[in-house]
T-cell receptor
Framework: EDQVTQSPEALRLQEGESSSLNCSYT??????LFWYRQDPGKGPEFLFT???AGEEKEKERLKATLTKKESFLHITAPKPEDSATYLC????????????FGAGTRLFVKA | DTGVSQNPRHKITKRGQNVTFRCDPI?????LYWYRQTLGQGPEFLTY????????KSRLLSDRFSAERPKGSFSTLEIQRTEQGDSAMYLC????????????FGQGTRLTVV
């Protein structure tokens, strides 16, 4: 069965302290790996799509990478406004049209 | 702004009542999804439409839940005889038909069943 697991569940950083969030996936025939940001009480906001191992994408302080089993979201010199829940999701050949989401990593950045 | 609107944003209802939520995607979103999200969890797939056709439905979706997308534009999700366990955020997402691209979410409807 397709599965997406994110770690850690929560991460507390000081402003400027770089770190990485992990997303492990078990999806047959991966067709897309997505990262979203979600603020409390709001819908997920799209960040990145990755399609194949070795692919990398960047946006401001965020960089997403993909291997055959995992994806990482690297946060460089985070600021308090980066505090949010980061969701990873995957879409494969056997899941029909549904995208499987992980439970998310809650990131807290302290000034 | 993702272009996906959901109404209402919040709904409080008594157990046993019926509720209906609406999602308005942009015209380019031929694909439309409904998800449910509970506190501390990621969104959980409920159902998928391609234009007006409902092509996939989660096994988790009981027969109290029904969704429609008449004319392939807006969509509605109805929950009949609500239960306390239905309390959650209901999210709608739109996606174009071009390849395996990302879906764009609305702000969700927060349902509280008392």
């Amino acid at each position: 069965e397709d599965q997406v697991t994110q770690s850690p569940e929560a991460l507390r950083l000081q402003e400027g302290e770089s770190s990485s969030l992990n997303c492990s996936y078990t999806v047959s025939g991966l067709r897309g790996l997505f990262w979203y940001r979600q603020d409390p009480g709001k819908g997920p906001e799209f960040l990145f799509t990755l399609y194949s191992a070795g692919e990398e994408k960047e946006k401001e302080r965020l960089k997403a990478t993909l291997t055959k089993k995992e994806s990482f979201l690297h946060i460089t010199a985070p600021k308090p406004e980066d505090s949010a829940t980061y969701l990873c999701a995957a879409y494969g050949n056997t899941g029909g049209f549904k995208t499987i989401f992980g439970a998310g990593t809650r990131l807290f950045v302290k000034a | 702004d993702t272009g996906v609107s959901q109404n209402p944003r919040h709904k409080i209802t008594k157990r046993g009542q019926n509720v209906t939520f609406r999602c308005d995607p942009i015209s380019e979103h031929n694909r439309l999804y409904w998800y449910r999200q509970t506190l501390g969890q990621g969104p959980e797939f409920l159902t998928y439409f391609q234009n007006e056709a409902q092509l996939e439905k989660s096994r988790l979706l009981s027969d109290r839940f029904s969704a429609e997308r008449p004319k392939g534009s807006f969509s509605t999700l109805e929950i009949q005889r609500t239960e306390q366990g239905d309390s959650a955020m209901y999210l709608c997402a739109g996606q174009t038909m071009v390849g395996d691209t990302e879906a764009f979410f609305g702000q969700g409807t927060r349902l509280t069943v008392v």
